[in-house]
Nanobody, 122 residues
Framework: QVSLVESGGGLVQAGGSLRLSCAAS????????MGWFRQAPGKEREFVAAISRSGGSTYYADSVKGRFTISRDNAKNTVPLQMNSLKPEDTAVYYC???????????????WGQGTQVTVFS
């Protein structure tokens, strides 16, 4: 079992930046690929970014490519998501997830956090 806790959400003006973080409970954190997802009101949850176990590979949704950066610190069991040049359409609840499989990009994620709200106003 992996417990994931997101933090760093908030209210930001369009064009601004936010840095989300996901803290994982498990010492075997490095065995999991990690991902960020988001869900806007009235919409389905969508993939945002993923990072491999070692951090050597990353994968982004086209909508955030060039603006968002995912990273990980396996010593601290954290997965930051740096979000720059934010747009109102980035408004959503952002979720962190852990994937135990070996497929890349990851398939169905095994564990999910509770989410953190990001609101971008124009």
């Amino acid at each position: 079992q992996v417990s994931l806790v997101e933090s760093g959400g908030g209210l930001v003006q369009a064009g601004g930046s936010l840095r989300l973080s996901c803290a994982a409970s498990r010492r075997t954190f490095s065995r999991y690929a990690m991902g960020w997802f988001r869900q806007a009101p009235g919409k389905e949850r969508e993939f945002v970014a993923a990072i491999s176990r070692s951090g050597g590979s990353t994968y982004y949704a086209d909508s955030v490519k060039g603006r968002f950066t995912i990273s990980r610190d396996n010593a601290k069991n954290t997965v930051p998501l740096q979000m720059n040049s934010l747009k109102p359409e980035d408004t959503a609840v952002y979720y962190c997830a852990a994937y135990s499989g070996s497929i890349w990009p990851p398939g169905e994620y095994d564990y999910w956090g509770q989410g953190t709200q990001v609101t971008v106003f124009s």
